[in-house]
């Protein structure tokens, strides 16, 4: 039962331009949601996250909108830029819960 | 300040071995996660440690284990290994209090490849 779920596993974007990544979760419980950015032969680093009580948390470049209706969150970065380019996974955490549950992730390309 | 380390980098076995995995936390971090990620899968949630006990395990068979030690660092062990368990480990870090953003902290992983 895959819980968070991100169904797209690649996008490609011009660098400039808008890179959105999409991610569902189906836990109503999950109050607390991270994005994880990961380049190749290196383990994946924290990147932004909200917390259910937001809707919206920027930070510079990057945009995480939390939409709890449609249990539907998704990183806005603006502009793209080729550095960009990695896997990106979401996950979500119950505060004061034992795990934290990743997506499959969706890997980024920004072309130059 | 060190980040988290692991080793080794690459383990390479075969059908039937046993194959074991470590992990040292950032200092100051108590908390050890060890996820799986096979080809083409996300971080699928292996265990938890804390205050060396095992707290959470993820769907897994009872041939993965680990154990974490009195320094923090821990150890996972695969027996009787599968062609189906290589992957990259990944070991991640989080200090006893929840961090501003509650995150974890991870290694570079190491990969196992079954043969």
């Known amino acids: 039962d895959q819980q968070v779920k991100q169904n797209s596993p690649s996008l490609s974007v011009q660098e400039g331009r808008i890179s959105i990544l999409n991610c569902d979760y189906t836990n109503s419980m999950f109050d607390y949601f991270l994005w994880y950015k990961k380049y190749p032969a290196e383990g994946p680093t924290f990147l932004i996250s909200i917390s259910s009580i937001k809707d919206k948390n920027e930070d510079g470049r990057f945009t995480v909108f939390l939409n709890k209706s449609a249990k539907h969150l998704s990183l806005h970065i603006v502009p793209s830029q080729p550095g960009d380019s990695a896997v990106y996974f979401c996950a979500a955490s119950k505060t004061g819960g034992f795990k934290t549950i990743f997506g499959a992730g969706t890997r980024l390309f920004v072309k130059a | 300040e060190a980040g988290v380390t692991q080793s080794p980098t690459h383990l390479i076995k075969t059908r039937g071995q046993q194959a074991t995995l470590r992990c040292s936390p950032i200092s100051g971090h108590t908390s050890v996660y060890w996820y799986q990620q096979a080809l083409g899968l996300g971080l699928q949630f292996l265990l938890w440690?804390?205050?060396?006990?095992?707290?959470n395990r993820g769907n897994f068979p009872p041939r993965f284990s680990g154990r974490q030690f009195p320094n923090y660092s821990s150890e996972l062990n695969v027996n009787a290994l599968e062609l189906e368990d290589s992957a990259l480990y990944l070991c991640?870090?989080?200090?006893?209090?929840?961090?501003?953003?509650?995150?974890?902290?991870f290694g570079p992983g190491t990969r196992l490849t079954v043969l």
């Open positions: 991640a870090s989080s200090p006893r209090l929840a961090g501003r953003h509650n995150e974890q902290f």
């Open positions: 440690y804390d205050e060396g006990e095992e707290r």
